[in-house]
C-alpha cells in the first residue's frame, strides 16, 4: 500500500482516522503503542489519543515492518531500536519506488490505449 501523507494536512487526528490511513484496525494501534515507544499520542482529558504528523511517521514505519515486510513484533521493536535511521531510510525508498511504478503503470496503460 502506498501512503502519501501530503495528503493530510491536518494538526491533530483522531486514532480512526490514523486506522483509516493505514486500513488496519484501532486496536492494532493500541497494541503498537504498547509494544513501540516510539508511538507516543497525546492523549486528551477525556483519554482520547490526538496524533501528530511524527506519530504518524512513527505508525507508517512500524506498519511497513509488520504488515508489508511481515517481521514479527520482537523483530521489528529490534530492528527500530538497532539502525532506526537506515531503517527510516529504507521505508522511505521502498515507498518512493512503489510511487514510481504506480505511474509508470499509468502510463503505460495510457500508451497501450493510444495504440
Given at each position: 500500500?502506498?501512503?502519501?501523507?501530503?495528503?493530510?494536512?491536518?494538526?491533530?487526528?483522531?486514532?480512526?482516522?490514523?486506522?483509516?490511513?493505514?486500513?488496519?484496525?484501532?486496536?492494532?494501534?493500541?497494541?503498537?503503542?504498547?509494544?513501540?515507544?516510539?508511538?507516543?499520542?497525546?492523549?486528551?482529558?477525556?483519554?482520547?489519543?490526538?496524533?501528530?504528523?511524527?506519530?504518524?511517521?512513527?505508525?507508517?514505519?512500524?506498519?511497513?515492518?509488520?504488515k508489508v515486510?511481515?517481521?514479527?513484533?520482537?523483530?521489528?521493536?529490534?530492528?527500530?531500536?538497532?539502525?532506526?535511521?537506515?531503517?527510516?531510510?529504507?521505508?522511505?525508498?521502498?515507498?518512493?519506488?512503489?510511487?514510481?511504478?504506480?505511474?509508470?503503470?499509468?502510463l503505460k496503460?495510457?500508451?497501450?490505449?493510444?495504440?
Amino acid at each position: 500500500m502506498a501512503l502519501n501523507l501530503n495528503n493530510y494536512s491536518k494538526q491533530f487526528y483522531s486514532i480512526g482516522e490514523v486506522a483509516e490511513m493505514f486500513d488496519i484496525n484501532e486496536t492494532t494501534l493500541r497494541y503498537w503503542e504498547k509494544e513501540f515507544s516510539q508511538i507516543s499520542p497525546k492523549k486528551t482529558g477525556g483519554k482520547m489519543r490526538r496524533y501528530t504528523q511524527d506519530d504518524i511517521e512513527q505508525v507508517r514505519l512500524v506498519h511497513n515492518l509488520v504488515k508489508v515486510r511481515g517481521l514479527k513484533i520482537a523483530a521489528a521493536r529490534e530492528l527500530l531500536k538497532k539502525n532506526k535511521e537506515g531503517t527510516v531510510q529504507t521505508v522511505e525508498v521502498i515507498e518512493r519506488l512503489r510511487t514510481v511504478r504506480t505511474e509508470l503503470l499509468c502510463l503505460k496503460k495510457e500508451l497501450n490505449e493510444l495504440s
